[in-house]
Structure formats: structure tokens, C-alpha cells
């Protein structure tokens, strides 16, 4: 291949260049539009799409709008009034700044503005074959209308890969949800096809922009989120545990005001939200960060989607905190309201539920089918008289069926509980507590050791950890280069098959390499796995004793309506609606 003699590329081609970073499909032009409108002060903002956005896209804003000497510059790449120097850079307050968006965008589509600013006379500026021409606009009030036509019409090999109608507008329509929940303060409208799809009226809050939007999850199943420390204050909501869906819904992160999509924050969420949720499930959350801009970066992607944070640990931990903090306190509030179980004494090491919490309001539950993360009716004489054990005669129409079942009747209903999801929460607890005070799980020596059987890549995980399983509980003494022998076990399995928890517990461990801090990152999948292990299994038979303690201890952890896993504990059924069923009642 002959060599090619190194050239300046024209304007044409560096836009389109750009365009390719900055324009990836219709909703890329919608986002860059409305953040221009919000950095205009605008106070309402239409948007206005056609099949999909890939014929029309028109966002019309009464902001300070652009004499003729800056519409001409709108168009112009690099041309911004938003940075002037390198240090603004580091201290960005607005949505947008790189200066080549309405550029890149006028490269591949066919673009104009028609702006007042309130001052000079309106002006329209169009771009035709890369080239701007400007000329007195008709009249209209103060603001712009940015209007883009057949997006990629000039890059044919670029336009057949957009999607079909209905999926750019969804991509669009998340675009334009994101920015309204973003900027509660303005107005938005957005109409497809002629079809006005929202209308939202400025409102003072975020909590009320989420009303608007949605209406049906907000009526008692989103709890609100606060933190604050010296660098980072979150706000918000998160959805209850039971709004978890097994696919990616309503999930929205916003710093500074911006949208923006983050691996860390994501992360930091799910393991806030720990064991109130099943492998596999995703929950609702609408979380406000506000930052200085000196302590993060925005400028990592090209359409500033993602932040490098420069204390990315401070910033996880103040995620997780805030809703594990809400979760735990709001949760277990309302459980404990419905259970009336304020004079319970909590399991060793944790606190209980100030008296001068004032419990929020609850409404009653109408369904016949409930799972326990609804919460339950109050089943106030169940637990109300001997608060430390109930003998099992105070639990009329207590039965265990399945050898697996707790069924307890009352008020009414019949409250089913899963004995082995039961205890296995209460152990969880348990454990958490021991290790977070002893800084290790107690352990008692076994009479014989026994010779682990570990093929290479088990070996190589427990020499790396041998430092983990004592603190879980685990002591194993290197025997041989390829065999070690356990000379203790946590006193918690000394009745169950502890050589398939370790083997399990390697598993957990296999992702750690490196042995600080390993225990920390993979507490509860480690905790988790010796909760269940040492738990009351399905098909055990219950003595009456047994089943009423379990019943006690489940009621004074700090979440016991689901297990570590994030089952659900407790499912409710209505005696009216079991009547129905059988036609007693119509």
C-alpha cells in the first residue's frame, strides 16, 4: 500500500467526523436540543417528533434566545458561550459546552433556527449544503426552534442503521423522560406524530415530576431517599421492593442534574437494595446526586453520559448507605406497625425502633394474594402477650404442612410462612451481627480433621483466603502441596453438611484475587451461603416450640419479609376472597 502524504481534512468531513461521537440516532439530537433549551433559562420546552424522530425532530423553547450575531456562530463548530478557558472546563455548570453539537448535527441532517432574544429583531438561520445563511425571522415570542429534518440523509451508509420507527422513539422518549425528571422546575410537552404524548407543568420537586410521570408507582410504593455529607447529598425515591421487575424498568441516576448512566452507581444501588431483592430482579430508583464539579469529571464521554468521580469509594458508599438506610428504617417501621411489635427485644447486637419514630401511614392491603413484602395486617394477640416466647398453646390454629409451611389463622386470614426462608434470615442476621462485633464467626474444633479434597483451582482460592475462612469460621491447616486439612467449623454448622458450605463458600470467593478487604466485598454471598446451610430445611418436622421460636426471632430482625436470597417469607391469604373462590360469597 503506497504511503499517503499527511493532509488537513476539511470541515465537511471533521463534522461528520464529530457527528459520528456526538449523533448516534434521533434521540442523540433530542438530548442535545433540550440541553441547549435548559441552558437558554428556558421556562417551557416543546418537543416535537415524526416517525420516530428520523423525519422531524423540533424543540421550541422560551429562553433568552440569540441575536443575529450568535445564531449566525450556532452553527459554526467550537463556537459556545459556555467555557472560555481551560479551568471552566473542571467546573462545568451546564448541560452543554462542547461546541460542536448543532455543527455535528447540521452535518448529517438538514437544520434551522428560527430566535428572538426579546432585544433585536427575530432571526432565521438555515444550513444548505454546509453553508449558513441568516435572514429576518417572522415574528415570534422570545426563546428558539431548533428544527432538524431527515437526520442522516446526507450519510445514507449511517441511516440504515437506525431502528425501526417504534424503537427510536422509545430511545427518544426515555431521552425526553430523563430530562424532564432531570429539570422539574420547567415545563415539558413532547407530541408524536401530531399526538400530544405529555404535558407537564413545572412543578417545585422531583418527588412531584415523578408523580407526573409515574402516576400508578408513586401512590404508596416509592420511599424516599436522603443522605448529606460534606461532599455529596443525595435525594430521592426508590421503589419498594415488591415494584422489582426481572428486567431493567425505571431506573434513573442524575449528578448535578444530568442524567447520566454509571457502572459504579448501579452497582451501589443493588447492594443497597442487598437481600430485599431475588437474584435477577431490578428495582425502581430515581436518585438526585449534587456535587461540586471540582470532584468529578464529566468530560469521559463524548455526549457526557458518565463520570469519573475522583472519590469513587466515598460516592458508592454514600449510595448503598442512603438505601439501605431508607429500606431498613422505613421497611421495617411499617412492618412492625402492622405486626404491633414495638415491645419486642431485637436479636443480640441490634438496635430497636426509636419510640419517637413517627410510623407513616399504611394502607390497608385488599388483595387476597399478599407476598410478605406488602407487609402484613396487624396480628396483634399472636405476639402481644409474651413478648421474649410464646408457648404454643397462645398460638390457636398454628399447623406446619409439607413438613415445610408454617400456617397461622387469624383475624381472618391465614398467614403462610417458608420455614427454611424464615430461619435463614434470622441466622443471616445473626451472623452479620457476630461478625461485625467479634470481627469473626465463632467456631468450635472438630474431634477428627478432615482432609479436604480440593482440585487446582479450589487449592489456589483457599490458600489466598485462609485468612477469610478463620474470620467465617474456617480454620484449615496447609497438610500437603495439595491437600489441607479443616481442623475448625462455625459453631453455627455443626449440625448440617459444612464441607458443601466451604465448597460453596470457595465459589463466592472465586472472583476475589487479591485477599484484603475480600471478606468486606463478599460478605453477604459468603454469609449468605452459611445462613442457608445452617437453616431449618423444607421437610424438616417442627415441634411446636421449635416453630414458635422461629416465629419470635423472624419478627425482631431488621427485614423479615425476605430471606438473603430475596424470597419472600410471608404470603397472605384473605378468608373473603378464599370464600369467593368457593362461590360462598359472590
Not at 423525519?55 to 421550541?60: R, W
Not at 428558539?144 to 442522516?152: P, Y
Not at 413545572?202 to 415530576?209: L, V, W
Given at each position: 500500500?503506497?504511503?499517503?502524504?499527511?493532509h488537513i481534512?476539511p470541515?465537511h468531513?471533521i463534522?461528520?467526523i464529530?457527528?459520528?461521537?456526538?449523533?448516534?440516532?434521533?434521540?442523540?439530537?433530542?438530548?442535545?436540543?433540550?440541553?441547549n433549551?435548559?441552558?437558554?433559562?428556558?421556562?417551557q420546552i416543546k418537543?416535537?417528533?415524526?416517525?420516530?424522530g428520523n423525519?422531524?425532530?423540533?424543540?421550541?423553547d422560551?429562553g433568552s434566545?440569540?441575536?443575529?450575531e450568535n445564531?449566525?456562530?450556532?452553527?459554526v463548530?467550537?463556537?459556545?458561550?459556555?467555557?472560555?478557558?481551560?479551568?471552566?472546563l473542571?467546573?462545568i455548570?451546564?448541560?452543554?459546552f462542547?461546541?460542536?453539537?448543532?455543527?455535528?448535527i447540521?452535518s448529517v441532517?438538514e437544520?434551522?433556527?428560527?430566535?428572538?432574544?426579546g432585544?433585536?429583531?427575530?432571526?432565521?438561520?438555515?444550513?444548505?449544503?454546509d453553508?449558513?445563511?441568516a435572514?429576518s425571522g417572522?415574528?415570534?415570542?422570545?426563546g428558539?426552534?431548533?428544527?432538524?429534518?431527515?437526520?442522516?440523509f446526507?450519510?445514507?451508509?449511517?441511516?440504515?442503521?437506525?431502528r425501526?420507527?417504534?424503537t427510536?422513539?422509545?430511545?427518544v422518549?426515555d431521552?425526553?423522560?430523563?430530562?424532564?425528571?432531570?429539570n422539574?422546575?420547567?415545563?415539558?410537552?413532547?407530541?408524536?406524530?401530531?399526538?400530544t404524548?405529555?404535558?407537564l407543568k413545572?412543578?417545585?420537586?422531583?418527588?412531584?415530576?415523578i408523580?407526573?410521570?409515574?402516576?400508578?408507582?408513586?401512590?404508596g410504593?416509592?420511599?424516599p431517599?436522603?443522605?448529606?455529607?460534606?461532599?455529596?447529598a443525595?435525594?430521592?425515591s426508590?421503589g419498594?421492593?415488591?415494584l422489582?421487575?426481572?428486567?431493567?424498568?425505571?431506573?434513573?441516576?442524575?449528578?448535578n442534574?444530568r442524567?447520566?448512566?454509571?457502572?459504579?452507581l448501579?452497582k451501589a444501588v443493588?447492594?443497597?437494595?442487598?437481600?430485599?431483592l431475588m437474584?435477577?430482579?431490578?428495582?425502581m430508583?430515581f436518585l438526585y446526586?449534587?456535587?461540586k464539579?471540582?470532584?468529578?469529571d464529566?468530560?469521559?464521554?463524548?455526549?457526557k453520559?458518565?463520570a469519573k468521580?475522583y472519590n469513587p469509594?466515598k460516592?458508592?458508599y454514600?449510595?448503598?448507605?442512603?438505601?439501605s438506610h431508607?429500606l431498613e428504617t422505613k421497611?421495617?417501621?411499617?412492618f412492625?406497625?402492622r405486626?404491633?411489635l414495638d415491645?419486642i427485644?431485637p436479636?443480640?447486637?441490634?438496635?430497636?425502633?426509636?419510640?419517637s419514630?413517627k410510623?407513616?401511614?399504611?394502607?390497608e392491603?385488599?388483595a387476597?394474594?399478599?407476598?410478605?413484602?406488602e407487609?402484613?395486617?396487624?396480628i396483634?394477640?399472636?405476639l402481644?402477650?409474651r413478648?421474649?416466647?410464646l408457648?404454643a398453646?397462645?398460638l390457636?390454629?398454628f399447623?406446619?404442612i409439607?413438613n415445610?409451611?408454617?400456617l397461622i389463622?387469624r383475624d381472618?386470614?391465614?398467614?403462610?410462612?417458608?420455614?427454611h426462608?424464615?430461619?435463614?434470615?434470622?441466622?443471616y442476621?445473626?451472623?452479620?451481627?457476630?461478625l461485625?462485633?467479634n470481627k469473626?464467626i465463632?467456631s468450635?474444633?472438630?474431634?477428627i480433621?478432615?482432609?479436604?479434597q480440593l482440585?487446582?483451582?479450589e487449592n489456589?482460592?483457599?490458600?489466598n483466603h485462609?485468612k477469610?475462612?478463620?474470620?467465617?469460621g474456617f480454620t484449615?491447616?496447609?497438610?500437603?502441596?495439595t491437600e489441607?486439612?479443616?481442623?475448625?467449623?462455625?459453631?453455627?454448622?455443626q449440625?448440617?453438611?459444612y464441607l458443601?458450605?466451604?465448597?460453596?463458600i470457595?465459589?463466592d470467593l472465586?472472583?476475589?484475587t487479591?485477599?484484603n478487604?475480600?471478606?468486606?466485598?463478599?460478605a453477604?454471598?459468603v454469609?449468605?451461603t452459611i445462613?442457608?446451610?445452617a437453616?431449618?430445611r423444607?421437610?424438616q418436622?417442627?415441634?411446636p416450640n421449635?416453630?414458635?421460636?422461629?416465629?419470635?426471632?423472624?419478627?425482631?430482625?431488621?427485614?423479615?419479609?425476605s430471606c438473603?436470597h430475596g424470597r419472600?417469607?410471608?404470603?397472605?391469604?384473605?378468608?373473603?376472597?378464599?370464600e369467593?373462590?368457593f362461590k360462598?360469597?359472590?
Open positions: 500500500m503506497a504511503k499517503q502524504p499527511i481534512l470541515d468531513i463534522n461528520k464529530a457527528a459520528g461521537e456526538v449523533v448516534e440516532r434521533p434521540a442523540s439530537v433530542v438530548k442535545e436540543l433540550i440541553e433549551a435548559i441552558d437558554a433559562a428556558s421556562k418537543v416535537r417528533v415524526e416517525k420516530g423525519q422531524l425532530i423540533e424543540v421550541s422560551d434566545g440569540m441575536n443575529l445564531a449566525k456562530l450556532a452553527f463548530q467550537h463556537a459556545t458561550s459556555k467555557i472560555n478557558k481551560e479551568d471552566d473542571y467546573h455548570s451546564t448541560m452543554g462542547r461546541g460542536e453539537a448543532l455543527a455535528s447540521a441532517a437544520a434551522s433556527i428560527h430566535t428572538f432574544d432585544t433585536s429583531k427575530p432571526i432565521s438561520v438555515t444550513v444548505t449544503n453553508k449558513i445563511q435572514v417572522s415574528g415570534r415570542r422570545q428558539t426552534t431548533v428544527t432538524i429534518h431527515n437526520i442522516f446526507k450519510i445514507p451508509a449511517r441511516r440504515k442503521f437506525l425501526l420507527e417504534n427510536e422513539y422509545k430511545y422518549l431521552t425526553f423522560i430523563s430530562l424532564a425528571l432531570a422539574p422546575q420547567i415545563a415539558f410537552s413532547l407530541e408524536k406524530d401530531g399526538k404524548t405529555y404535558d413545572a412543578g417545585n420537586s422531583y418527588t412531584e415530576r408523580k407526573q410521570l409515574f402516576t400508578k408507582e408513586a401512590q410504593k416509592l420511599l431517599v436522603s443522605y448529606q455529607d460534606s461532599e455529596i443525595i435525594q430521592g426508590i419498594h421492593p415488591n422489582a421487575k426481572n428486567y431493567a424498568q425505571a431506573q434513573y441516576l442524575f449528578l442534574n442524567p447520566i448512566k454509571d457502572n459504579l448501579t443493588k447492594d443497597g437494595f442487598g437481600t430485599t437474584k435477577g430482579m431490578y428495582p430508583y446526586l449534587a456535587m464539579p471540582d470532584l468529578f464529566i468530560n469521559v464521554h463524548p455526549r453520559t458518565e468521580f469509594q460516592v458508592f454514600a449510595v448503598k448507605h442512603s438505601i431508607t421497611l421495617q417501621a411499617e412492625y406497625q405486626v404491633n415491645r427485644s436479636l443480640p447486637g441490634k438496635n430497636t425502633t426509636p419510640k419514630l410510623l407513616p401511614k399504611v394502607k392491603i385488599s387476597s394474594l399478599e407476598f410478605s413484602k407487609l402484613l395486617e396487624p396483634k394477640d399472636i402481644q402477650k413478648p421474649d416466647f408457648p398453646e397462645s390457636p390454629g399447623y406446619q409439607f415445610t409451611y408454617l389463622e381472618n386470614k391465614l398467614l403462610v410462612i417458608d420455614q426462608a424464615a430461619d435463614e434470615r434470622v441466622n442476621e445473626k451472623l452479620n451481627t457476630e461485625a462485633l469473626k465463632t468450635i474444633p472438630l474431634l480433621p478432615e482432609t479436604l482440585n487446582p483451582k489456589s482460592i483457599i490458600i485462609l477469610t475462612f478463620r474470620q467465617l484449615v491447616e496447609p497438610f500437603s502441596k489441607h486439612q479443616l481442623t475448625e467449623i462455625p459453631e453455627f454448622l449440625d448440617h453438611d458443601t458450605a466451604l465448597k460453596e470457595l465459589n472465586d472472583d476475589y487479591t485477599p478487604n475480600a471478606l468486606a466485598k463478599a453477604h454471598k454469609i449468605s445462613a442457608c446451610h437453616s431449618i423444607a421437610g418436622k417442627l415441634t421449635l416453630a414458635n421460636y422461629l416465629i419470635n426471632n423472624l419478627f425482631k430482625c431488621e427485614l423479615p419479609y438473603p419472600p417469607i410471608i404470603w397472605e391469604l384473605n378468608r373473603t376472597d378464599l369467593k373462590k360462598r360469597k359472590l
